[in-house]
């Protein structure tokens, strides 16, 4: 790997301690509210959609 | 650092959603467009599996299968099988191309349906249980010393008997399959210039005639030119495949016991508890959160049959697989697939595998896994924790999101997930400190295992965006609160979908960190991972595909021309 960007769970407490992490909280936020919006959306015809009738392997 | 080969293989669940209401095609189907989308993306060749699983390779060395039950034709799914890759850090990355080859063909795949009467949108979901619980997803594989000593001359001495008894079957299903099979032809030939022969008039008087025509019709206009591929198979299921199961039960039952005898003693603890890093949480029918999808659905530490029903800890179905493949190639005189039955170093295959999201928790499966593994040829662990009853350990740690509870293991003592995860990243600690000769990739897993560990045990909520089963519980807790039954099923599903998934949203905020960036994603879609097989596997795909020769690829060899003028290409040496 050559662009490797492993962001360490140490730094981000770090930041987080600094105050420094509004973006991980707002991101989230905006995630969420995108799930639920699109949870709610025909569930029951995507779930029929997406059955695979028997498992493979 | 030993040179040994890992791959992965993906089962996609495909969802098919009309534009219109009305039908939708079958997946082989959605297999065959998306076969075709992915050969206008990079060059692509044929497999020896061509039919009926429609195997072909990509010009990376990696390849893809309709994989499918012989009674559910067309209900299958798409495989992905990376190159063969010798880091947790490249696997990663092809796992990845695979996923971004599969993106980009999926909406040229949807417009050649569309040209086909099939308007609709393809979503390819990454996951290992659908809706209704069955289950598929992944596999990992490690090349590994399958047995030494007597173990081993025993294991090739009962591989020997049974291509001996394969042999004797397969002859006796072909002269079974044409004493059975050859009247039935002469007679619908026979009903079928019957048939031809009645008129309007008699049909009009006769509503049986007319039933027996619109039987025929149904018969010989087939609107899918594969129908016959899947009548054959269904035959190949229920009538040859039980003689030919009867002729591997002493191999399976030899390979239960002597092969990997020493790996999956000293790697039973940690593949249990591995479901608390690269568990991909789901779901089941009953509402309780669990932490693996393939941890609900495992029935045995090794598998029994090479049945969807038999889920395992350890899988030999891709052992049995080889056997069936050189009993076969013995009858065609070929010897090339005795290797892989008689070699040494063999393919230690993983059932207890989920299939991830985030980079984060993929790169660690493997990663320990790697570690593990070479820490038990190396008789590093040969005082591992054994457990008391690994199945039903499995079962309570993955419905225990706490991390709480604790497992029996021999010799008295219980021991939480974290407990066992704990013992095996020590020991890897104290390996690599004693080695002269470590991968740097090595230090990185245990630095980000340990970061894991800790993260589990402080706050899981730390880990949304590196570990699936974590990021989907939240998921659930906080878009799904309150929601109804069908849509908290709907994130559990749509979190794995491919491109549009929710997890997509976590990686596009930030939140779920990158570990191989989009252009080596890009590189790595057509070019192979260096050095071994894959790279003249790669380079013979291109070759054929420019030159326009007819060829067939496998895993070993490749063969190249016509039937009078063939050439065959081995990989083996690489």
Redesign the interface.
């Known amino acids: 790997m050559e662009s490797v960007k492993r962001e360490s769970i140490e730094a981000e407490r770090e930041a987080m301690d600094r105050g420094e992490a509004p973006v991980r909280e707002d991101g989230l936020t905006r995630v969420t509210d995108a799930v639920r919006r699109d949870a709610q959306v025909n569930a029951g015809g995507y779930l029929a959609d997406s059955i695979v009738p028997e498992g493979g392997e | 650092m030993k040179f040994r080969r890992i791959g992965q293989e993906t ?1 996609y ?5 009309p534009l219109e209401d009305g039908g ?1 095609p079958g997946n082989a189907a959605i297999y065959r467009a998306l076969r075709d989308a992915v050969g206008e993306v990079v060059h692509t060749a044929p497999g020896s599996r061509a039919e009926p699983n429609q195997q072909f390779f990509t010009e990376n060395g990696g390849a893809f299968y309709y ?3 012989p ?2 034709y067309q ?3 798409i ?1 992905g099988a990376t190159p063969e890759c010798h880091g947790p ?2 696997l ?2 092809y796992q990845r191309a695979q996923e971004s080859l599969l993106i980009r063909a999926i909406p040229l795949a949807e417009s050649s349906l569309a040209d086909d009467g099939w308007p609709g949108s393809i ?1 390819l ?1 990454k996951n290992c249980r ?3 619980g ?4 992944a ?1 990992e594989n490690y090349e590994a010393e399958v047995a030494s000593g007597v173990g081993l001359f025993a294991l090739r001495a009962v591989a020997a008997l049974s291509l001996v008894l394969g042999a004797a079957v397969t002859l006796f299903s072909l002269v079974f399959a044409i004493v059975l099979f050859l009247p039935f032809f002469v007679l619908m030939g026979l009903v079928a210039g019957v048939v031809s022969e009645w008129d309007e008039a008699s049909l009009a008087r006769s509503s049986w005639r007319r039933r027996v025509r619109a039987g025929m019709k149904r018969w010989i206009d087939q609107d899918d030119p594969h129908a016959l591929d899947e009548f054959f198979c269904l035959v190949d299921y229920r009538l040859i495949f039980p003689f030919m199961f009867v002729a591997l039960i002493p191999y399976n039952l030899a390979f239960r016991v002597l092969a990997f005898p020493r790996q999956r003693r000293s790697m039973e603890g940690f593949l249990v508890s591995r479901v608390i890093v690269s568990g991909a949480g789901c779901l089941p029918e009953g509402g309780t959160f669990a932490l693996s999808e393939k941890g609900v659905a495992v029935r045995s530490v090794s598998r029994w049959l090479p049945t ?1 029903s038999s889920r395992s800890i350890f ?1 030999n ?1 891709n052992a049995l697989k080889s056997l069936m493949t050189a009993n076969l190639n013995l009858m065609l005189l070929r010897t090339e697939a005795l290797r892989s039955v008689f070699s040494r170093r063999q393919r230690l295959q993983l ?1 207890l595998s989920d299939s991830n999201r985030c980079q984060v928790a993929e790169f660690l499966k493997t990663g320990t896994a790697l570690l593990v593994l070479e820490m038990a040829e190396a008789g590093k662990l040969d005082d591992a924790p054994r457990l008391l009853d690994p199945v039903k350990a499995l079962r309570t740690l993955v419905s225990d999101p706490a991390l709480k509870a604790g497992v029996e293991v021999k010799g008295g003592g219980r021991m939480s997930g974290l407990d066992l995860q704990r013992f095996y990243l020590e020991r890897a600690r104290r390996y690599l400190e004693e080695s002269s000769s470590v991968v740097e990739e090595h230090r ?1 897993v245990v630095r ?1 295992w340990s ?2 560990l ?2 589990l045990e402080r706050d899981p909520g ?3 965006g ?1 570990v699936d089963w974590v990021s989907k519980r939240y ?1 659930l807790e ?3 609160r309150g ?2 039954q ?6 559990d ?2 979190y794995h979908e491919l491109g549009s998934g ?1 997890f997509e ?2 990686e596009r ?3 779920a ?5 989009f ?2 994603i890009e590189r790595a879609v057509s070019e192979p991972p260096s050095p071994g097989s894959a790279r003249l596997r790669s380079q013979v795909i291109r070759e054929v595909s420019f030159e326009g020769q007819r060829a067939k690829i496998s895993w070993s060899s490749a063969e190249i021309g016509g039937f009078f003028r063939r050439r065959r290409i081995s990989f083996d040496g690489e």
Do not use: C, N, W
């Open positions: 089962e669940a495909i969802r098919f959603t939708r994989e499918f039950l009674h559910a209900g299958g799914l495989e850090g490249e990663l990355l979503g979901i659908d809706a209704e069955h289950t598929y997803g596999q969807p899988d179905s059932g990185e980000i970061e894991v800790e993260a730390e880990l949304v590196r998921l906080t878009s799904g929601l109804s069908d849509s908290l099923k709907k994130i599903i749509a929710y949203l976590l905020e930030g939140i960190p990158i570990m191989v960036g252009e080596e």
